[in-house]
Nanobody, 124 residues
Framework: FELVESGGGLVQPGGSLRLSCAAS????????IGWFRQAPGKGLEGVAC????????RLRDSVKGRFTIFRDDAKRIIHLHLDSLLPEDTGVYYC??????????????????RGPGTQVTVSS
């Protein structure tokens, strides 16, 4: 079971980044996929998730209107688009997976698997 993130980096406030997560070693449609992040000195927090079917997504309130999540199961890639970035978006972003029993649900509260993470730094 493997999740590998890419696309992090340093960006100025107001800028954009495109994160990707390459998934392998499991059946994609058995898992809802999410993104969690950890800011320096803080705990993990759920940022975005998308259901097994891809028809439902959830976003943390602080990123609504700025972040977008979508999945391409044929290519086994999950995308997180980050726009209008703020300094408080800085952190390590982790791609996560959870075997949600409902095909049209996902959660920002927990996960079963996660990747090694990619650093996002928003600073001028």
């Amino acid at each position: 079971f493997e999740l590998v993130e890419s696309g992090g980096g340093l960006v100025q406030p107001g800028g954009s980044l495109r994160l990707s997560c390459a998934a392998s070693g499991f059946t994609m449609d058995d898992y809802a996929i999410g993104w969690f992040r950890q800011a320096p000195g803080k705990g993990l927090e759920g940022v975005a998730c998308i259901s097994r079917t891809g028809d439902t997504s959830r976003l943390r309130d602080s990123v609504k209107g700025r972040f977008t999540i979508f999945r391409d199961d044929a290519k086994r890639i999950i995308h997180l688009h980050l726009d209008s970035l703020l300094p408080e978006d800085t952190g390590v972003y982790y791609c996560t997976a959870e075997a949600n029993p409902s095909p049209s649900s996902c959660t920002l509260s927990y996960f079963a698997h996660r990747g090694p993470g990619t650093q996002v730094t928003v600073s001028s």
